[in-house]
């Protein structure tokens, strides 16, 4: 498979201005990475070494956008290693496919501190092991869904191309590489760059961070918006916002929308579609020779080469599964002492924490659920009539869309402070405060979901309802509702997942001096924290995991299961 | 006989591939194993083109993957002739089954690929197949810039590109339109009969008596429920055959009077305890009983399939429903309507559901039950699952949802009872209104 096939009259083209262009971007590329690299291994810095200097934002925002990459190669690794390994073994089925259930559901944010603690240890006085916990924090943000995408994947392989695999008797890496990435490229692609928009909050978060009363900072956009909001440097805080933004569409730009576009080609469709996304950077990387030299000189064959040395392929009529042998049983076994060890240790920082504090804990847990509600609730509300008119009209759809996710990509919580300011003019207590707080971040997904699944309205319903004089209340009730409901419901679950995290940050706010702090399980997460009680942020993460758990089973399944049946449209 | 060009000492050696005993087997959930295949013997020999014939559902395919090595048979031996394992087999799917990423060469090329054949022979192994048959100047091109003829084309290339002993093809025509399919044919048989590929033997899943009649050298019928071989039939017609040829047309309505023949239950099949209906919807069985009203005499089932261009796998399934209800019978290839299928074809719609009612309810168990069950609830309501449940543990899963799908849209039409879609309970209209009147008294 040729990962950049250039047309015909492309093959005999010479070095040109494309190829020109293609070099200085990859030295450009690497230049920046060596020069950022070397500061991931500095000693320690506090807020005043962070410059409040425009000079040095671009420089801030390409260490961001290095710590975000780097998690996002692990990301992407893992998830289809444990994509693989739960699709593949027996033992996978049981064990990993429920544990990735609960991973996902695992407020990541809450760990962050301590793993900060955690990384930092391991280097002192460096801000590698800083540099580690942030990249770790993204890390989980990004990869369990991704995962979960893989292995999706894995397991709803076409039947026919499977056969045909076997038949030709692929080895097991050949399958992987013509038939299972490939199969998976296109979900795995939407939901990595679900994943890496949605992983900005979680970087401005890492950048910044209390634990056992010392405050950690990392220098990046993030800590240069938490140190301008510290001095209250108005200018300051307004070119970070830009820069964040110019940032995400940037990323956007140049590396998803090309990727995208050339993603097109697994789709598992024999027809040619209309409109196909397109990408001018990814023409010029198709119509670069040096690309298409690299590609079939160095890339092609070295790859070829190693998939034949490791594939022997398997006798016909026998797909070997993985996980028989030694490896699986010794996967297992890691497996049983890693939970051993987790539920041991759990047990031992919950020791003397007693029924009236879990009881305590469960009643903030509560409050944080009702939070969470309001904040969906709210934000469905003025989202919907707006997705809704977005969506019906294909001139605005056009422009609002991608500003949607921009939105939805923007650490909200670099805006925090500056909401909170607000409220306390207004003279709003945080336990109110903090549902506006929640919803800055998440109510983009229900909008952006909203327009999505509005725009996807057969046409032919839309002019039966016109035909028969359906109208006002009616349609609604009749038709728009029904239509959108699961692409609601999906928005709605993204933004429930995005406030319980938001909650450790939306709970506790600082601003000029003041420490605002709501009644909730967030809350409480964040001052056990800074404190350094590591027993009670078990127990206030182990009460949320439930509650979220809790609330997937009870009100996203079955509501899920209504739109897959009731309210499918195809 | 076989054909002439591959007559010799080879037709009487050793056979290329062996089955004997072969049963398969599938677990239902509830329980117990349902089977697919029973105990079938077959020889593949040199030289010969064998095409495979059944109803749908009656396991061809999964014949077909077990002797293309996908599957494994749950009991008996497949038997391979020396030399004939390994690189042996090829398969050509109905759904072509080409990786959409890949070029027509990079597909041609998977076999080669997979074989560890280094990228120069692989090219040329693959161009000169690609020329062979018919896909020169296309090598470069993507599956979806192809027309379902040229993809099935990409198809055979890359089963012939690894020099099969045995071809295995899985309905290869049938996803084409009528002239591809028969260019296709020609041009395979063509590279057969010249013997440019070294196929040994090629074996051919299909639903066209036609095709099978005018490409196979012999025809093997299954039966269904469970598959066994009913009959195997040698076509000794020289090639090339007319369709027009009288030997040709009594061989097609030989195997389709194969074909359409109710066996008498064999002692040993008991392992069906219910009568299962056919899956056909009331309407498409009130437009056969009207068309064969049209045209009152006995009718050639084989030429009615033609005048409706449906297969015998789509008209076979409706003339069993006829049969069923006592509407029409079938003898030798021809069906006729009974004084009831008479009746019901020129009634009113009313008086067809009146009709349709009394038949069901006297020759099909299931829905005379399904009523019975109904009528002995006080409130005149029963699950759907209750109905699954029952049928699953003698059909398995999959089998019970369709048959209480089927029944459910007979006793509906039929005015039998009602069903409510939302709770999945099947109910007497009459039992509830009664109900739903009676506590305001």
């Known amino acids: 498979m040729s990962w950049f096939p250039a047309p015909a009259i492309a093959r005999r083209r010479t070095f040109g201005w494309v190829d020109l262009l293609v070099l200085l971007a990859v030295l450009l590329l690497l230049l920046g990475v060596v020069r950022l690299g070397s500061g991931m291994a500095a000693p320690l810095r506090t807020a005043s070494h962070i410059s409040l200097s425009p000079w040095s934002l671009p420089l801030y925002a390409g260490e961001s956008l290095l710590r975000i990459v780097i998690a996002f190669v692990f990301s992407l690794v893992f998830a289809v290693a444990y994509g693989y390994a739960a699709a593949k073994t027996n033992l996978g089925r049981r064990l990993l496919v429920p544990l990735l259930d609960i991973l996902q559901s695992v407020p990541v944010l809450g760990f962050l501190s301590a793993t900060v603690a955690f990384f930092a240890g391991l280097f002192p006085g460096s801000t590698a092991g800083l540099e580690m916990a942030s990249v770790f924090a993204i890390f989980t943000a990004q990869a369990w869904n991704m995962a979960f995408s893989f292995y999706h994947s894995e397991m709803t392989l076409p039947r026919d191309l499977q056969e045909a695999s076997t038949v030709y008797r692929l080895g097991r890496w050949q399958r992987l590489w013509y038939l299972e990435l490939p199969s998976s490229a296109i979900s795995l692609i939407l939901n990595s760059m679900m994943s890496f928009g949605g992983s900005w909050f979680f970087l401005a978060a890492s950048e910044n961070v209390t634990y056992a009363g010392r405050s950690y900072l990392l220098p990046g956009v993030g800590s240069y918006m938490a140190v301008a909001e510290q001095r209250g440097d108005a200018g300051a805080m307004v070119a970070a916002v830009l820069v964040m933004i110019l940032l995400i569409v940037l990323v956007d730009q140049i590396f998803w929308r090309p990727v995208i576009a050339w993603s097109q080609r697994f789709k598992m469709e024999q027809t040619r579609a209309a409109d196909e996304p397109t990408s001018f950077v990814l023409m010029i990387l198709q119509r670069s020779m040096l690309v298409e030299m690299l590609e079939r000189r160095v890339l092609r064959p070295t790859l070829e080469g190693a998939l034949r040395a490791l594939s022997r392929p398997p006798r016909p009529a026998q797909v070997r599964r993985l996980g028989r042998g030694a490896l699986g049983s010794a996967g297992g076994l890691l497996a049983v002492a890693l939970l051993a060890w987790a539920a041991f240790s759990g047990a031992h920082l919950l020791h003397g924490i007693g029924g009236a504090q879990v009881l305590h804990v469960l009643w903030l847990g509560i409050l944080t659920l009702l939070r969470v509600a309001a904040a969906v609730l709210l934000g469905a509300l003025w989202t919907v009539p707006v997705g809704v008119y977005i969506g019906l009209s294909p001139r605005v759809s056009g422009w609002a869309q991608p500003v949607a996710q921009i939105a939805a990509s923007f650490p909200a919580n670099m805006l925090f402070p500056v909401v909170v300011a607000l409220l306390l003019r207004m003279d709003t207590g945080l336990d109110i405060g903090a549902i506006p707080l929640m919803m800055l971040g998440t109510q983009w997904y229900i909008l952006f979901n909203v327009m999505a699944g509005t725009m996807a309205i057969p046409s032919d319903l839309k002019e039966a309802a016109r035909v028969f004089g359906v109208r006002g209340g009616l349609r609604w009730r009749q038709l728009i509702l029904p239509a959108i409901f699961p692409s609601l419901v999906t928005g709605g679950v993204t933004a429930a997942g995005g406030a319980w995290n938001a909650s450790i940050v939306a709970e506790v706010v600082g601003w000029g001096g003041h420490l605002l702090v709501a009644q909730g399980v967030g809350a409480y997460i964040t001052l056990a924290t800074a404190h350094g009680h590591f027993g009670d942020i078990l127990l206030g993460i182990a009460v949320m995991s439930v509650l979220v758990v809790a609330m997937n089973r009870l009100v996203w399944r079955p509501l899920y299961r209504l739109a897959e049946t009731k309210y499918h449209l195809d | ?441």
């Open chain 2, 1 to 441: 006989m076989i054909h002439p060009f591959r007559k010799g000492a080879n037709a009487i050696s050793e056979p290329l591939i062996t089955l004997r005993g072969v049963h398969k087997l599938y677990e239902m959930p509830g329980g117990g194993t349902g089977t697919v295949l029973e105990d079938i013997d077959l020889e593949v020999r040199e030289g010969e083109i064998l095409a495979v014939l059944g109803p749908s559902g009656s396991g061809k395919s999964t014949l077909l993957r077990i002797i293309a090595g996908l599957t494994q048979p749950s009991r008996g031996s497949v038997r391979y002739r020396a030399g004939v394992v390994g690189h042996g087999v090829a398969l050509v799917f109905q759904s072509f089954a080409l990786f959409p990423w890949m070029t027509v060469q990079e597909n041609v090329e998977i076999g080669l690929r997979a074989q560890g054949l280094a990228p120069k022979e692989r090219e040329r192994k693959a161009l000169q197949v690609i020329d062979m048959i018919g896909l020169d100047g296309f090598e470069g091109a993507y599956p979806k810039e192809l027309s379902g003829g040229m993809r099935q084309r990409v198809g055979f290339a890359r089963s012939l590109v690894v020099d099969p002993d045995v071809l295995l093809m899985d309905e290869p025509f049938s996803a084409l339109d009528v002239l591809t399919a028969e260019n296709l044919r020609r041009d395979l048989l063509d590279l057969w009969l010249e013997r440019r590929i070294p196929t040994k033997a090629v074996i051919i899943v299909t639903h066209s008596i036609e095709e099978a009649v005018y490409l196979a050298d012999r025809a093997v019928i299954l039966s269904r429920d469970p598959a066994r071989i009913a009959a195997q039939v040698p076509i000794t017609l020289p090639h090339w055959r007319e369709r027009e040829d009288p030997r040709f047309v009594q061989l097609v309505d030989q195997i389709y009077g194969l074909l359409t023949r109710r066996e008498a239950v064999p002692a040993h099949a008991s392992n069906r305890r219910v009568q299962t209906v056919p899956p056909v919807r009331s309407g498409a069985l009130s437009g056969l009983l009207e068309l064969l009203e049209d045209q009152d005499e006995k009718v050639d089932l084989y030429r009615l399939g033609e005048e409706l261009s449906l297969d015998v796998e789509d008209l076979l399934p409706i003339v069993e429903a006829a049969e069923l209800l006592g509407f029409a019978k079938v003898a030798e290839g021809d069906i006729e309507l009974t004084q009831e299928g008479r009746d019901f074809a020129e009634a009113s719609l009313l008086r067809r559901k009146e009709i349709f009612r009394d038949q069901a309810l006297n020759r099909c168990p299931g829905l005379e039950n399904m009523v019975r069950v109904l009528g002995q609830k006080s409130n005149g309501r029963m699950n759907r699952e209750f109905f699954v449940d029952v049928l699953e543990r003698s059909v398995g899963p999959e089998e019970a949802e369709r048959q209480v799908d089927t029944l459910i849209d007979w006793g509906r039409y039929g005015e039998m009872f009602a069903y409510d879609t939302e709770s999945r309970q099947l109910y007497l209209e009459s039992v509830v209104e009664e109900q739903e009147s009676a506590p305001t008294d």
